[in-house]
Structure formats: C-alpha cells, structure tokens
C-alpha cells in the first residue's frame, strides 16, 4: 500500500457518506462475533477489563473492513473512469456492424 492509499483510507474511516454503511455492518456482524465469542462471559458476570476490549474491537474490525471494501471500489471506479476513453467513429461503427 501506498502512502496516499493510506492515508485516504484514513480520511475515508470519518467519511459521512461510507459510515452509514459501514456501521450498518459493523452492528450487524459485530453483534454476530460478540454473541459468539463473549455471550456466556457476559450472561456468567465474568466480562473482565480485557473482555470488554476484544468486545469493542470485535465491533470495530467489521468497520474497518466495511470503510476499506468501499472504498477501494470508490479507488477502483474512479480509476476506470479516468482509463476509459471516449469511442471513435470507427470504433461506432465496428460495435453497430457487431464486430466489437
């Protein structure tokens, strides 16, 4: 990874518009992952310091996840949208006459 890459990834962790997404999942799969991992500690009374540190991360990883997925397809489009180039007549007229 690169330094911009990074530090894109950075900005786009607070980004408004990827959040709501990203917490959509995070809740979602993170309840998933707490229920599996600290559910009988929690229900036991035993949720130590420690515990209730995994339990948070257990909700920010699938953040985190979220944020890069998209946006690496935000990388992606933009990158496609900048490599594409307009057609030519020729090449109108080979995708009319279905040779492209």
């Not at 809740?27 to 009374?45: D, R």
């Not at 935000?74 to 020729?90: E, I």
Request: hydrophobic letters at 45%; a positive charge; one cysteine or more.
């Amino acid at each position: 990874m690169t330094k911009q890459f990074f530090k894109g990834y950075l900005t786009a962790l607070v980004n408004p518009t990827l959040m709501s997404m990203a917490l959509r999942v995070a809740l979602v799969v993170g309840s998933i992952l707490f229920t599996i991992n600290h559910a009988a500690a929690l229900v036991q009374g035993q949720m130590t310091q420690g515990r209730w540190i995994s339990a948070v991360l257990t909700y920010c990883v699938p953040y985190a996840v979220s944020i890069h997925g998209q946006y690496v397809s935000q990388q992606r489009r933009a990158a496609t949208k900048v490599t594409q180039m307009p057609l030519t007549v020729s090449d109108k007229e080979l995708i009319q006459n279905g040779h492209r």
